[in-house]
């Protein structure tokens, strides 16, 4: 701002900054006139354009789709081909609206499910012949969604669609369209004010959403959005649904059945209960209610009777033993004579058999025993051939045979109780050390062999005349 609180005037529009909107906008819209002219906001920028009368491309298929693309339009899908799932957590469960979601997978299957999307002009709009084949499909009693998957529209475009053929037809007094789905309800048909006030009479009774959409014919998803709008509207005023808390949340569970019967109802198990003294699990179903109903009414007549000074009889119980039948006199009847058995004629005897004789096997010869076998191997085995007398070798030959594995190192007296014998490698020393060792063995001294060194000048007491050897 100013000096004197005021926002400074924008600047002008140069000619130059006009041809690039005027230019490139159809083509790439506020985003893409945006980066070629970096001092000029996205929003100044759409707004010059619409001052201007340009439009910006327009893109039907990204529109619908919304945020909902890619990775997340392939769970949509996943979702939606489950069945059963709402738009609403489809939308949740790809990051978009449940609108977006709708759209974006209906258009997306339009093609997969071998459909062809309605024909559209190259800015978009839906053509003379597309908008024919949607009321084609309006005349046929399509729903909205399967419009949307048939044609490759959305939501809007359908029902927009819809409510202008309806105008025409009203118009030319020619016969409406039929209802959608041949009349019958399902989720997402537009519900009329009568139904709304019936399902919210049911939520206000204790009913839960199953069972209030059961008894008044309404999905559970729009059931599920009549509660949330009526939480939102007593809350306003303080108030709370039966067993909720001013959130919607359930406090208590209330009983499925429906706990309010007719007096005729209550009359007639008070009768069954007090005058006829049946169990309450007898009376129930004679009174037209269930068991768990019965027995809460049974405990109100209970307390209204100790209310007045009066006692609950005590239910006359069946013995679980069966009473004796009682005796019934029955006149005599005579009974016919049993007629005599057909006697059967004898049969002849049987040929006489000649006994078949039956040659008894060969007993097997007894098995010896294992003390008997060995003893025949003792005797009968030949005995071992005795060995070769051994040769005398040279220990330079035993010492060969040993280095190439023929023969067994022999143990060595001077090493270690339970070690490895060590062995020594005799190439890896010297000539000079080996001929040491000889005349150790030999009993001759050690020769200690020098090489001859000069020394050096430092440390000559006659360095100068040494130095020139």
């Known amino acids: 701002m100013s000096g004197n609180g005021r926002r400074p005037p924008h600047p002008r529009w140069p000619a130059e900054d006009l041809d690039t909107v005027r230019q490139w906008y159809p083509l790439e819209g506020g985003v893409g006139v945006a980066k070629r002219m970096p001092h000029r906001s996205k929003v100044a920028i759409t ?46 469960a790809a ?16 093609e997969r499910r071998g459909f062809a999307p309605a024909e559209r002009t190259e800015r978009g709009s839906i053509t003379p012949a597309g908008i024919e084949r949607l009321r084609e499909l309006m005349r046929q009693g399509k729903k909205g969604v399967e419009i949307q998957l048939e044609a490759g529209v959305t939501a809007s475009v359908a029902s927009r669609e819809r409510r202008a053929y309806e105008r025409e037809l009203a118009v030319a007094g020619a016969e409406p369209l039929p209802a ?15 139904h709304r006030r019936n399902v919210e009479s049911l939520l206000l009774q204790g009913f839960g959403i199953i069972l209030a959409g059961r008894k008044s014919g309404v999905g559970q998803q729009s059931v599920r959005i009549i509660r949330a709008d009526l939480v939102r509207r ?12 001013l959130d919607g949340n359930r406090l208590e569970t209330i009983s499925a059945h429906p706990l309010k019967k007719s007096d005729e109802e209550i009359a007639k198990l008070r009768a069954l209960l007090v005058d006829q003294r049946l169990p309450v699990k007898d009376a129930a179903p004679l009174a037209g209610m269930s068991t768990a109903v019965a027995y809460k009414y049974a405990r109100a007549i209970a307390d209204v009777l100790a209310a007045d000074g009066q006692e609950m009889p005590k239910p006359i119980r069946a013995s679980p033993k069966r009473a ?52 025949t191997n003792l005797v009968l085995r030949p005995p071992p051939p005795a060995p070769a007398p051994a040769r005398a070798r040279d220990p330079q030959e035993n010492e060969v045979l040993v280095r190439h594995g023929a023969l067994p190192r ?46 050096a000048p430092e440390f000559s007491g006659c360095g100068s005349s040494l130095a020139g050897i």
């Not at 327009?58 to 949509?76: F, M």
């Not at 990051?95 to 339009?110: D, H």
Request: with cysteine; aromatic share 4%.
């Open 47 to 92: 707004a010059k354009a619409n001052g201007m009368g340009l439009r910006g491309p327009k893109n039907w298929r990204n529109a619908a789709a919304g945020n909902c693309s890619g990775e997340q339009l392939e769970r949509a899908i996943e979702l939606y081909e489950r069945g059963n799932i709402a738009w609403t957590d489809i939308g949740a």
């Open 180 to 194: 959608r789905n041949d009349g019958q309800p399902y989720s997402g048909v537009r519900l009329t004010t009568e």
């Open 410 to 455: 022999p143990p060595d007296p001077l090493a270690k109780r339970g070690t490895r014998p060590r062995e020594v490698n005799v190439l890896a020393f010297s000539e000079e050390f080996l001929e040491q060792l000889r005349r150790v063995a030999a009993g001759q001294g050690i020769v200690e062999v020098r090489p001859i060194t000069r020394p």
């Open 324 to 375: 004796a039948r009682p005796a019934i006199a029955v006149a005599a009847v005579p009974r016919p004579e049993p007629k005599p058995a057909p006697v059967a004629p004898p049969r002849p005897a049987p040929p006489a058999l000649t006994p078949l004789v039956v040659a008894k096997p060969a007993e097997p010869p007894p098995v010896p025993s294992a003390t008997a076998r060995r003893a």
């Open 234 to 245: 007593l809350k306003s005023v303080g108030v709370a649904m039966p067993g909720c808390d």
């Open 95 to 110: 990051g978009c609206s449940a609108t977006s979601a709708q759209n974006a997978v209906l258009i997306a299957l339009c």
